[in-house]
């Protein structure tokens, strides 16, 4: 595997959600058209607690997806403890395992920041290893 680039679309808080997620989708939309994916991986959505942030990130994530999905129909799924137990070997592994594990498979030199980012390249280390068995995690 070999990292071509990462980083993060960012919006600014208090800014409006419609600005928010327009934004979101723009950025997909020129991450796909710069790297041009055969396939687009996502990290499911878990929320214990928090209604109102599930809400806004279950938003945001629609945003990406529409914007993915206007470039490829190959897009995937995978839950956080899949990711974990794929990147680490445990799929209760904490985040910094998980950071660790990211540097070393791709012989980074540093641990990609910000956190989002090295959660987004563990979610496609995930996709990578998944090999023959991925039409499994495919969204539907």
């Known amino acids: 595997m070999k990292l071509l680039g990462y980083g993060c679309v960012e919006t600014r808080a208090g800014t409006p959600m419609q600005h928010r997620l327009r934004t979101l989708l723009m950025g997909v939309r020129d991450l796909v058209n710069i790297y041009h994916p055969d396939d687009v991986a996502f990290e499911e959505l878990f929320f214990a607690r928090n209604v109102t942030t599930a809400l806004m990130v279950g938003a945001a994530r ?21 990711i ?3 990147v680490t070997g445990y799929g209760k592994a904490d985040k910094k395992q998980v950071q660790q594990m990211v540097k070393l498979l ?26 023959a068995a991925r039409e499994q995690f495919r969204m539907k």
């Open 62 to 82: 629609g945003a990406a997806i529409i914007a993915a999905t206007e470039y490829t129909e190959n897009l995937y799924e995978y839950t956080p403890m899949q």
């Open 84 to 86: 974990k137990q794929a």
């Open 106 to 131: 791709l012989n980074l030199n540093e641990i990609p920041k910000p956190d989002d980012a090295a959660d987004a390249i563990a979610c496609a280390i995930t996709h990578a290893q998944a090999g």
